[in-house]
């Protein structure tokens, strides 16, 4: 897909590799991509392929041994980025840990958001205002992961990294949060990257799914997905179904 005025480059890879030495090789290698602003795009693949640190050069926490990567934002502003793991401030309170990374950078760059600002964005992510002086340790997995999105979205990113947030959580409060975050992504018009393992998963909250190979990886399948509605009954469409049928064959013969 080009770019269009419609739809600027927010991320362009161009031969990146990366390789942290040994024995095993890169990790990844010659890898070219193209993301255009507004698309939920997921990427899946074996254990230990490069699907992680593909995300964490995207977010400007590591840098490539190899290739060039273009960054886009119109705003400057940097990713939000949501973790396996919470990782939520164990002695701070709810409301402390969302304000945290408007505490962090250089001066200039800080932000003091409202408390309103911050009671309205809870919210948004399914947390009541009654909670916000509890700590990590009283809250349940569920909301600790609902309290991590709202983390990573309290500077208004423009872009939202996702590496497998809904792993630890069972069926029912995944199928609740991966709704939540297209929610999301529609309303604000973000541009979102989810690693996971969840075939399903990538089926249903995607306009587009990437295959990686193992390492050293490459894109084995681009797949784009069109629905108008991404509804209880998109979940278990036919349409969903044959997806997955698509992206287990594109892993299989990776």
């Given at each position: 897909m080009s770019a269009t005025a419609a739809q600027p480059t927010v991320?362009?890879?161009?031969?990146?590799?990366?390789?942290?030495?040994?024995?095993?090789?890169?990790?990844?290698?010659?890898?070219?991509?193209?993301?255009?602003?507004?698309?939920?795009?997921?990427?899946?693949?074996?254990?230990?392929?490069?699907?992680?640190?593909?995300?964490?050069?995207?977010?400007?926490?590591?840098?490539?041994?190899?290739?060039?990567?273009?960054?886009?934002?119109?705003d400057g502003s940097a990713p939000g980025f949501v973790f396996q793991q919470p990782a939520l401030l164990p002695w701070r309170t709810m409301?402390?840990?969302?304000?945290?990374?408007?505490?962090?950078?250089?001066?200039?760059?800080?932000?003091?958001?409202?408390e309103d600002q911050l009671l309205d964005l809870l919210g948004q992510v399914g947390l009541n205002r009654s909670d916000v002086d509890k700590r990590p340790a009283e809250l349940s997995g569920g909301m600790q992961m609902r309290l991590s999105l709202a983390r990573a979205l309290v500077r208004q990113p423009?872009?939202?990294?996702?590496?497998?947030?809904?792993?630890?959580?069972?069926?029912?409060?995944?199928?609740?949060?991966?709704?939540?975050?297209?929610?999301?992504?529609?309303?604000?018009?973000?541009?979102?990257?989810?690693?996971t393992h969840n075939l399903q998963e990538a089926a249903f909250l995607s306009d587009r799914v990437l295959v990686l190979q193992p390492a050293p990886?490459?894109?084995?399948?681009?797949?784009?997905?069109?629905?108008?509605?991404?509804?209880?009954?998109?979940?278990?469409?036919?349409q969903v179904t044959v997806i997955q049928q698509k992206l287990t064959k594109a892993l299989i013969s990776s």
């Open positions: 991320f362009e890879l161009q031969n990146i590799s990366v390789d942290f030495g040994g024995a095993a090789g890169p990790v990844l290698r010659d890898l070219n991509l193209h993301v255009p602003a507004g698309q939920f795009i997921t990427i899946v693949g074996p254990s230990g392929c490069g699907k992680s640190t593909l995300l964490r050069l995207l977010a400007g926490l590591q840098q490539p041994s190899a290739g060039h990567i273009a960054r886009q934002n119109s409301l402390q840990n969302l304000r945290l990374p408007c505490e962090l950078g250089r001066s200039q760059m800080r932000q003091n958001p409202a423009q872009v939202l990294l996702l590496d497998e947030p809904f792993a630890a959580v069972d069926d029912l409060l995944r199928m609740k949060l991966q709704e939540l975050v297209r929610e999301l992504h529609d309303r604000r018009g973000l541009t979102t990257i989810l690693v990886a490459g894109f084995t399948a681009d797949i784009s997905i069109h629905t108008a509605d991404r509804d209880q009954n998109w979940r278990v469409s036919d």
